[in-house]
């Protein structure tokens, strides 16, 4: 079967099976993987992507629930010589240490900052709460958040606020 | 002394790519021509293999390859005893053991041919518990072996008895702990291509270990081991785990690849990487503790006994570590241990941070606040009339006299930073309601790097191009903990440069030697040596050059030179500080590579003489230590058992940070995972099956588990270390649980002594989970 997604706003069309998953697609098909497989299960969060302004766990969509959709990867957010401000707070902050989680985190990141470019603690732990890290103790990336929003709001920087705000906004 | 790139909390060179996205991990790399491989795994713990029938699973669609046992040239590895087979062939001894493996096209394919696989078991009884394989007529595992003891690490020192008889006070008591799984986010992945830039076969993936993989590829293919190249890629965490499990892994790839001469790429899903990988040991420990009313331990009498699982593993040296640690930091001057480790079929068990002591730390220093709840003392008063000073003799006869022992500065750096003693005091008072707080503290020392485990030393390589940038070649790995950066900080420091003119290889088994596993938290203590040892070279290559270029012109030796800011100097007048530019750094480049001068170096230190007597478990063991001293603050809610830790003061010395941000890195890291060990983890395990194969059954913390974490970094410069640097890496998460124990006992009342502290245990003392550790 055929679908037609727009991933990092490229309209692509993709020979795929029924039983593809979203994050094969992206990894084997479209050669994006930056998307990474932590458990097959919805459980690690290492496999997040933005589908329709939305946070899914890509290893859970089929295929077919994707067609049409338009899809963010970290590959959409910045590049190392122009880094996203997200990208730039988690170097700043020291977040990354092996790095395996941090395309989810980053891009969960960007969901929430989007939704709510001010949180409070508690909202970036909520925030961040579908996705596990084993290496950071998670502080540095609270951290991150907290250096992105400061440079959001002094860039005035918000990508895709507004247009991907979706039903749980404001959480 | 005045540092331009150490001890500064640089970025990580290695986050970039990070955060992009960009960085290949093992599982992005794809090669032409590249096939599939996946495992089938035993049915049962333990059971003899009567028939193995492959043939309807040759035949399947895409499959170009199926192994078994019969297919492996060399079938038992093992970096300590080679005992542990790549493929099982008469018996299986564990529920992770592989059976057969099968190469396809696709991995749908591979998948399909498992099922096709007809392999008919018997089953067989098996050994679950250790205190059961230790009995005289026990079956044995392994029946080549004479009984079920891997490992025996016996340590006397003194007289026991009269130790005993000196004590006013004697204590009694029995710990456990429980398996658990490493958890690195990245499941374990291989790739191995066959034939390729005339390696017999190269390895790629999740690689903790490169020479121990190679060594393994090499030693089951039954080949030289320049034949077997390893290179490592980025990793997506390890603490530890990535080694044996990849070692096979790697085998069984290079097997198929060889067979079908294409590249063949393994990833294990979650569910595999936790049914097979090893464990952290679970330990049994009795404490036999005794000491004067006034507060002074006079002896220490300890059995440990460790689950080893189906396999050697790591099993010698994570008893062994714990036997150096078992006593804590404590001057006792009759000491008797016994610390063991016992095959049994259940999941084997290896290395992860921190090796042999959370288990004995979580005994022994819950141990200590239970002694000062019978004396009546304050634990902490406690504490401080028996910790190690300089000239204290370890348990093992050690004379602590070359490094500053720095417990007591550690420990009270923490009281303070934790505001421990007025809040002991006020948590003594009678708590109101449901919810009551507590504080607890835990204290060590370690030992850094291998120390009598095995050779300990290190390479590197510094390749300066012709433009003035830099090559850096390590031996040791990049497991996510920050080792380049360190290292490039290093070599930066030593050559007046800036970090981004350093471009950081991977390690590659064909281009540098064998420097032995990045373990042991020895990366920048023994590979920071190696590096800076190599810059040293290469800079004195350097200035002698200058020299002779520029040293009649303008008056000056090759010793005066000063390389700082990307440019070389030479100091003029008499001010500090007033220096002259010779030449730049990428300048001087270019000049030496047209005369002909080498700008390369290979680095090599070699970690000073240390000792041990096994027989008696005396010598020096570890030519430096670590200390430190974490303090939990929680909250108990004794109407559901619910522990919530809320504050966690982690106080280390590490000699010198040589970046001091990921310092607090690891020390958030660790104290996580040690937050993991304490109340949340277990593997459970039922007669050798495991129950929670993914991390909807094996929970780790998450953002929403994490207390406010303090870190305090405490720097005495070792003699040794470079620029002073010690370890942080392990030391941050062997004090958590035994903190934590503590504070709980001081906020309820009950003394829980297994792991983890799970509802049940708080609320009714004991564990309801059918599984796991009983």
Redesign the interface.
């Known amino acids: 079967m055929k679908i037609t997604i727009t991933v990092n706003g490229e309209k692509r069309e993709v020979e795929t099976t029924p039983s593809t998953r979203l994050l094969d697609l992206l990894?084997d098909d479209l050669h994006?993987?930056?998307?990474?497989?932590?458990?097959?299960?919805g459980?690690?969060g290492?496999c997040t992507v933005i589908m329709n302004g939305e946070l899914v766990a890509s290893c859970l969509v089929l295929s077919p629930q994707a067609d049409g959709a338009e899809i963010t990867?970290?590959?959409g957010?910045?590049?190392?010589e122009e880094?996203d401000p997200i990208?730039e707070a988690?170097?700043?902050a020291?977040a990354?240490?092996?790095?395996?989680?941090?395309?989810g985190m980053?891009l969960a990141s960007k969901k929430l900052l989007e939704e709510n470019p001010q949180p409070d603690e508690g909202e970036?732990?909520?925030g961040?709460?579908g996705?596990?890290?084993?290496?950071?103790?998670?502080?540095?990336?609270?951290d991150a958040v907290k250096l992105a929003a400061k440079k959001l709001a002094g860039t005035g920087k918000l990508a895709g606020a507004g247009k991907s705000r979706g039903k749980g906004g404001g959480r | 002394m005045s540092f331009n790139k150490v001890n500064k909390?640089v970025?990580?060179i290695?986050?970039?790519?990070?955060?992009?996205?960009?960085?290949?991990?093992g599982?992005?790399l794809k090669f032409a021509g590249m096939l599939y491989g996946k495992v089938l795994r035993t049915k049962y713990p333990h059971a003899r293999i009567l028939k193995i029938d492959i043939k309807k699973a040759l035949e399947y669609p895409g499959v170009e390859a199926v192994l078994t046992a019969r297919d492996v040239p060399n079938n038992q590895f093992g970096v300590i005893i080679r005992n542990q087979q790549v493929l099982a062939g008469k018996e299986t001894f564990y529920i992770g053991d592989g059976v057969a493996v099968v190469a396809a096209r696709t991995e749908e394919a591979a998948e399909r041919a498992l099922e096709l696989i007809e392999v008919k078991y018997q089953e067989l009884p098996g050994i679950y518990d250790p205190e059961e394989a230790m009995k005289e007529d026990a079956d044995r595992v392994h029946k080549e072996l004479p009984g079920n003891q891997v490992i025996h690490h016996p340590l006397r020192k003194g007289d026991i008895e009269e130790g005993f008889a000196r004590a006013d006070v004697i204590l009694e008591r029995e710990y456990t702990t429980q398996f658990v799984e490493?958890?690195?986010?990245?499941?374990e992945v291989v790739i191995a291509v066959p034939h390729e830039q005339n390696s017999l076969v190269t390895i790629y993936g999740s690689v903790q270990n490169p020479y121990a993989t190679q060594n393994a590829v090499a030693s089951v293919l039954q080949v030289e081991l320049s034949r077997v190249r390893v290179i490592q890629n980025?990793?997506?965490?390890?603490?530890g785990g990535k080694d044996e499990v990849i070692s096979s892994m790697a085998a069984r790839a290079a097997l198929l690849a060889l067979k079908t001469n294409r590249p063949v790429k393994m990833v294990n899903?979650?569910?595999e990487s936790i049914l097979e990988s090893y464990k952290r040991h679970p330990y049994r420990m009795k404490y036999k503790v005794g000491a004067t009313r006034e507060g002074k331990l006079v002896a220490m009498e300890i059995k440990a006994v460790a689950d080893s699982g189906a396999y050697a593993c790591q099993t010698p040296f994570v008893t062994w570590r714990s036997v150096v640690q078992a006593t804590g930091p404590y001057e006792v001057p009759h000491v008797k241990t016994d610390t063991y480790g016992y095959y049994t079929n259940n999941i084997y068990t290896g290395a992860m941070r921190g090796y042999g002591s959370p288990q004995v730390i979580f005994a022994q220093e819950s141990l200590m606040d239970e002694l000062a709840t019978e004396l009546g003392m304050d634990p902490l008063e406690l504490r401080l009339q028996n910790i190690y000073h300089n000239n204290s003799i370890t348990a093992s006869g050690q004379r602590l006299d070359n490094h500053k022992v720095s417990l007591k500065e550690v420990i009270l750096k923490a009281v303070e930073a934790s505001n421990y003693r007025e809040k002991y005091a006020e948590y003594n008072k009678s708590q109101s309601g449901d919810k009551k707080r507590g504080i607890g503290m835990a204290i060590s020392f370690r030992g850094c790097s291998l120390g009598a485990e095995a050779v300990d030393a290190a390479a590197a390589i510094i390749h300066i191009q012709k433009d003035g940038s830099l090559d850096l070649y390590s031996g040791l790995a990049e497991?996510?903990?920050?080792l380049k950066t360190i290292f490039a900080q290093i070599a930066a420091e030593e050559l007046g440069i800036d970090l981004d003119r350093i471009n950081f290889m991977e390690v590659d088994t064909s281009i540098i030697p064998d420097s032995g596993s990045t373990v042991a938290s020895r990366s920048t203590l023994i590979g920071g040596n190696a590096v800076r040892n190599a810059a040293r070279k290469v800079k004195a290559i350097i200035a002698e050059f200058i020299e002779e270029e520029y040293g009649d012109e303008f008056g000056f030796k090759a010793k005066d030179l000063i390389f700082k800011d990307n440019r070389i100097y030479v100091a003029e007048g008499k001010d500090v500080g007033d220096i002259k530019e010779i030449i730049s750094f990428k300048e001087m480049a270019g000049k030496a590579y047209n005369a002909g001068v080498l700008l390369s170096a290979y680095g090599w230190y070699k970690a000073p003489e240390i000792s041990w007597d096994e027989e008696t478990g005396q010598g020096n063991p570890y030519f430096t230590y670590v200390y430190g001293c974490q303090i939990a603050e929680v909250e108990v809610d004794t109407g559901t058992g619910e522990i919530e830790v809320l504050k966690m003061t982690a106080a280390h010395d590490v000699g010198r940070a040589i970046n001091p941000?990921?310092v607090?890195?690891q020390?958030?890291?660790?104290?996580?995972?040690g937050l993991g060990y304490a109340i949340m983890e277990e593997l459970e395990t039922e007669e050798g099956y495991i129950r929670n194969t993914?991390?909807?059954g094996y929970l780790?913390p998450?953002?929403?588990d994490?207390p406010e974490?303090i870190p305090v970094i405490v720097e005495n410069p070792d003699p040794v270390g470079p620029y002073g640097a010690k370890s942080i890496g392990e030391p941050t998460l062997e004090l958590g649980s035994a903190a934590i124990a503590n504070a709980v006992f001081q906020a309820t009342g009950r003394r829980i002594r297994s792991l983890p502290l799970n509802l049940e245990r708080v609320l009714i003392g004991h564990s309801l989970s059918k599984g796991g550790n009983r």
């Open positions: 990894r994006l993987t930056g998307t990474k497989e932590g458990c097959g299960k459980e690690c290492a990867t970290i590959e957010l910045g590049t190392e880094l990208q988690y170097i700043e020291g990354v240490q092996c790095g395996f989680c941090i395309p980053v970036i732990r909520r961040l709460s996705n596990i890290c084993r290496c950071t103790g998670y502080q540095k990336i609270i | 909390s970025k990580r290695d986050a970039y790519e990070k955060v992009t996205g960009r960085a290949k991990y599982a992005d490493h958890s690195y986010l990245e499941p980025h990793l997506g965490g390890s603490f899903s979650r569910d497991n996510g903990q920050g941000a990921n607090k890195g020390i958030y890291g660790g104290v996580m995972m993914n991390f909807d780790i998450t953002v929403r994490m974490i």
